[in-house]
């Protein structure tokens, strides 16, 4: 489906969210042509015009959007048409003030921000129905409507709702799921605290305490959530696909930033999978989270290309310190994101707004207009990607598989763990570091997919593994492949029930050990282990059971016994690391290399190194030109060309065509 877009456009996509409901006619006619000289061919749509679209219940009134569809097609620019449903008018929250959303202090929020509707209500939902159905019926024949994008990243901010509607729809959702109460008791644990259900209207959302909740409740009412959600969205995409079924439908996801939704499960629902990313500015290594999160959203596409929804030329308005980005910054975002298999750079927004909330967001057009740093690199980035069409529709090889699951993500961070720096994206983040230095590509996959395309298998974070994901893991490994586990993973089953036996009970047959004692570290304690590395946050008392010691704690509580070990299991090997390893890229290296990972060597840390395709893209991050040998072609940004080696600038890229690199 990608292909199909992009195949239409002639080449990647360009542009972004285009908001002219807040510009008079002059301004909007200077618009398509200012759009013209950046090279724009894809804009989005009516996101947030619902009050415009939709004035009053029932009456729509798309005058003055068909005006500016046509006046856009008429210049070349195509249009992803939103359902503008992220942001109900105040005649429907007026109308039905029970669909304002409740959180779990029991606070009704207040209209003025957006996603202020419960997605449990049956009113809601309606009144998405309605209006999708009239612009799908309305621009069903119009030649510049080639995507359609409905709402506007869902769960976030909105997640969870504990109104009533919500609650009525929660049981009716735990009916679906157990059949009968005593399945539901069994699997939350009710014994415990007195909680056992004898009826369906007994149970509640699971609202703040004044102590824990029961973690199977929370876990459950978080899948719930995200199934929620999940069907508002398929409502309009049904509506859409069947008024207009050859044009492609999708919704802006947040890959790495919104913790509330499953996306493994809402992945094949679209029909393009689309992400929004924005960097944390005051990281100075914020270029790593943007590869985990572009890395992840190919990985939700099955590896096929995807698009680029939103991302920003400069400062965006909701951190505590919005920095506005270095000059070229800008360029090495947006190519990273190629890079690593979009073949979209869309940003919010086209024209930087004089108010709202997010009048200090940074823009294509920025306040300063076409006389700025902003619009300049804005220009050189349309013309450079006109010459990146060759690799729109190719794909980006990986060795290596970062396993990825919302559901541990939810269950490991509820409360009362046995350390409070016990977080799901501390360790995620922490080995995708280590593999980006390592220059080592990653998908990432669900603990319960097919894992045979891979090498080697990182599970940092897999506290949450059912029976049948810990099974396909040792599959995995005693038909040849590599896997590297990290400490407090297989801990318990999909209902938040702890696995019978001693630690880690889903994995003690593939690591070969067990573990008789967890001993969390003090905040800011370290321990010394037997190779000169320290490790942070855990300890734990390993009892090895077939498995190796490779690295033992030299102090500590654990001091004699196993950090790091190492098992092998029919054909292949199973890595397991105890403790934050302060040294993790050698480990890792280790790893990869007994695997058989091949990867470029030599290459400096700072440079970022993807290939796409028969495309190599080197990026580099440093503040110092950086020679990478063996690597010839043409360059598609500039056109140059490159035998026997390339030179990257300082903060500059290359797209070499036609390369073979160094290997070890």
Known sequence: MVDSISTRLGGLAYGGDYNPEQWPRQVQ??????????????????????????????????????????????????????????????????????????????VRIGVGGRQHACPSSPEYRAATAGIARALAEHYRDHPAVI??????EYGAPLGECYCDASVAAFRGWLRTTYQDL?????????????QRYGDWDEIDAPRANHTAVNPAQRLDFARFTSAEHLACFTLQRDILREVTPDTPVTTNFMTANCKSMDLWRWAPEVDVVSNDHYL?????????????????????????????????????NWQPRNLAKRPGELRRNSLAHVARGSDSVLFFQWRASRYGAEKFHSAMLPQAGTDSQVWREVVELGAQLRGLAPVRGTRVAAEVAVVWDWESFWALELEWRPSVELRFRERIDAYYEALWREHATVDFVHPGADLSAYKLVVAPSAYLLGEGAAKNLCRYVESGGHL????????????????????????????????????????????????????????????????????????GPDAGHPAVTRHDLGRGTAWYVATAVDRLRPLLARALDAAGVRRPSGLPDELEYVRRGDVVFLINHGEQDLAVLDVGGVDLLDGSLWTGGVTVPAGGVRAVRRTEPTVH
């Open 182 to 194: 005593d399945s539901l008791n069994e699997a939350w644990g009710t014994d415990f605290w007195s």
């Open 147 to 152: 995507l359609w994008h409905v709402h506007n």
């Open 29 to 106: 006619e200077e618009d398509v042509a200012l759009m013209r000289a950046a090279g724009v061919n894809l804009v989005s749509l009516g996101v947030f015009a619902w009050a415009r679209l939709e004035p009053a219940p029932g009456r729509y009134e798309f005058g003055w959007l068909d005006e500016i569809v046509d006046r856009l097609h008429a210049n070349g620019v195509a249009v992803d048409l939103a359902t503008p449903t992220a942001a109900p008018p105040p005649w429907f929250s007026r109308a039905y003030p029970h669909t304002l959303p409740v959180n779990r202090e029991g």
């Open 484 to 555: 590297l586990v990290s400490y407090f993973s297989g801990i318990v089953d999909e209902h938040e029930t702890v696995h019978p036996g001693a630690y880690p009970g889903a994995l003690r047959e593939v690591l070969g050990l067990s573990v008789e004692e967890f001993h969390p570290l003090r905040a800011g304690e370290a321990v010394a282990l037997g190779d000169g590395s320290t490790g942070a946050v855990w300890s734990e008392r390993v009892r090895p059971a077939g498995a190796v010691p490779v690295v033992e704690f030299a102090a």
């Open 280 to 316: 944390t500015a005051e990281r100075s290594d914020n270029h790593i989270e943007l590869a985990l999160s572009a890395d992840l959203s190919r990985s939700l596409a099955g590896g096929a290309p995807w698009l680029l929804m939103e991302h920003s030329t400069g400062a965006v």
